[in-house]
């Protein structure tokens, strides 16, 4: 199957500072990616749908402007958490839709293996 | 909105054994797709089946297969001869269709059962 992966895999940053985490799908081009946050022992929540080329769309309840999302290419979106605080220490998962993918058109979202932010 | 709900919060059977996962959901839209993903350790999510809305047949893979339901919107996983390599957390997700005019296209996942292989 595709593959999606994500740097880091896991960092440490200071209350204040920002932090961006990429998205990359490897053999296949990704139209649209989407961020999810978990927190321990709990479900995936969608943070953003993120459309190369044109803006992301955030769910409700998500700042647009602490969680600054780009996709500049078909094969790369990323995740920028600005001016980080304890609170936002959390897993963050991207995914990646392969158009191309399953029967009839239907499509398949592929994971990354997640990125483990702390802040201090 | 539509969300998912999965009742067991933690399930343990026996090697070999079988073991079903339930999963019920809520929504007013007719098309749509329904998925189980498994996250062990690792917390790499991982794609265990998928079943389409429009398709009466219950999707199958291997020794996983599920029981839809529309009319009572229930989406129940059944993992046949239980292996060591099944302990995981288990997730049961919608996505809207890209005919439903739902526009959503991210899934909406259940909180989750965290599944037990008992040696």
């Known amino acids: 199957g595709a593959v999606v992966s994500q740097h880091p895999s896991r960092v440490i940053c200071k209350s204040g500072t920002s932090v961006k985490i990429e998205c990359r799908s490897l053999d296949f081009q990704a139209t649209t990616m989407f961020w999810y946050r978990q927190f321990p022992k709990q479900s995936l929540m969608l943070m953003a749908t993120s459309n190369e080329g044109s803006k992301a769309t955030y769910e409700q309840g998500v700042e647009k402007d602490k969680f600054l999302i780009n996709h500049a290419s078909l094969t790369l979106s990323t995740l920028t958490v600005t001016s980080a605080h304890p609170e936002d220490s959390s897993f963050y998962i991207c995914s990646a839709r392969d158009w191309a993918s399953g029967e009839g058109g239907q499509e398949t979202q592929y994971f990354g293996p997640g990125t483990r932010l702390l802040v201090l | 909105a539509q969300t998912v709900t999965q009742s067991q919060p933690e399930m343990s059977v026996q090697e070999a054994e079988t073991v079903t996962l339930s999963c019920t959901y809520d929504t007013s839209e007719s098309d749509y797709y329904l998925f189980w993903y498994k996250q062990p350790p690792s917390r790499q999510m991982i794609l265990v089946i998928r079943?389409?809305?429009?398709?009466?047949q219950n999707a199958t893979e291997n020794r996983f297969s599920v029981n839809f339901q529309k009319a009572a919107k229930s989406f129940s996983l059944k993992i046949s001869d239980s292996q060591l390599g099944d302990a995981a957390m288990y997730f049961c997700a919608y996505r809207s269709s890209m005919y439903s005019g739902g526009g959503a296209d991210g899934l909406t996942f259940g909180k989750g059962t965290h599944l037990i292989i008992q040696p």
């Open positions: 079943q389409e809305a429009y398709k009466q």
